[in-house]
């Protein structure tokens, strides 16, 4: 571009050069460079999506085996006591849902168990998963598997030499608790009774603190009963579709509550093999048609937001927080859980 000093009486004229050919060649070549990156970027992004994380709420990790494999064998963890269907298990069974790559899972249970409805959702929702994918999944007990940890590990379909305990495990406590603490004898011996207003006499089934006369504590608890009994013989009927080659004489033997070592577990048919999650894991890839070579290994953490990293863990728990957990340790629940005061769970 050439400027021309212009004469004060003459309008400024600017003159345009025409580029040399060189210049025109490296404007084109530029913009075929550019194209081809972008589609060389969009192509590697569609070969390698399986490897990019799609989801906020969980943080896939390899574990083991093929790192480049496309096939994977999902670790999913069951861990610690089941309050609800929701929370990070809830999350990495959606994650998996939603993963087309996953080829079979691996349920790794160290939990005590839980509350019924809790516990019976994810089972639930593991083996309709596992069903509309055809699934295999693979059980692999942690530290302890019992009552409603025992429960979801039911949800294998059903097949043969799928559930791995190791040999420290504890696991078993097939039944139903619902905890009642009476502490209205104590209330009256500082003159304090309960005068709550309800629409009927069983309303305040479970209260700590009514004085109820016998007929009607005779009254709830048969009532109580008759739920623990229908809930506990879903339990057994849940078992039985797990463990298919256990007769119903077999069930009704190792369902009294009690607590199985993994070799105890192991002779009474409630685990197939003592074993660790590598077993497991090359258990899955067996069933699922894949090798140590073809297939990936990945398992899920939560992930971690600027407050976790400053404080190192979990968010310090306001009064809201409080309040829930108050409500939990009074509200009537049923519960397939291994512990002799199960309401305590819910005020963790």
């Known amino acids: 571009m050439t400027l021309i000093d212009p004469d004060p ?10 580029g040399s050919m060189w210049g025109r060649w490296g404007t084109r070549i530029a913009w075929t460079v550019a194209g081809i990156s972008l589609l060389a970027a969009v192509g590697s992004a569609g070969a390698f999506a399986q490897y990019f994380q799609r989801d906020g709420t969980v943080v896939e990790k390899y574990h083991s085996l093929s790192k480049v494999a496309s096939a994977k064998v999902a670790i999913v963890s069951l861990t610690g006591p089941i309050m609800g269907g929701d929370g990070f298990i809830r999350s990495q ?6 993963d087309d790559g996953v080829k079979a899972i691996v349920l790794r249970v160290d939990s005590p168990g839980g509350t019924v409805s809790g516990s019976d959702e994810i089972y639930h929702r593991l083996s309709k998963l596992a069903k509309d994918r055809e699934l295999p999944v693979v059980v692999s007990m942690g530290g ?17 030499d799928v559930i791995f305990a190791e040999p ?21 011996k500082y003159d304090v009774r309960d005068d709550s207003i309800t629409s009927g006499p069983l309303k305040e089934m479970l209260s700590l603190t009514k004085d109820r006369d016998p007929a009607l504590a005779e009254r709830e608890r048969t009532i109580l009963q008759s739920l623990v009994d229908d809930m506990f013989a879903r339990f057994k009927e849940i078992v039985q579709a797990g463990r298919p080659k256990l007769d119903a004489a077999a069930v009704e033997k190792a369902a009294t509550g009690q ?8 002779d009474a048919g409630l685990v197939d093999r003592i074993g660790f999650l590598e077993d497991a894991v090359a258990r899955a890839v067996e069933l699922a048609g894949l090798t140590e ?8 953490t939560k992930p971690k937001g600027l407050l976790d990293e400053v404080l190192g863990g979990d968010r ?12 939990e340790l009074t509200a009537p629940r049923a519960w397939y859980l291994c512990s002799w005061w199960p309401a305590v769970v819910a005020g963790r």
Do not use: W
């Open 293 to 300: 070579s073809t297939a990936r290994a990945v398992k899920y």
């Open 316 to 327: 310090v728990p306001g009064s809201r927080a409080a309040l829930e957990a108050f409500a």
């Open 93 to 98: 069974i959606d994650h998996v849902a939603e």
């Open 168 to 188: 420290a495990t504890l696991t078993g406590s097939i039944g139903v608790i619902i905890p009642h603490f009476d502490v209205s004898q104590l209330l009256k």
């Open 9 to 18: 009486r003459q309008p400024t004229r600017v003159i345009l050069e025409q």
């Open 259 to 266: 607590v199985f070592t993994a070799r105890q577990a192991q």
């Open 144 to 160: 302890i598997a019992a009552s409603g940890g025992y429960y979801v590990a039911m949800a294998n379909g059903g097949r043969d």
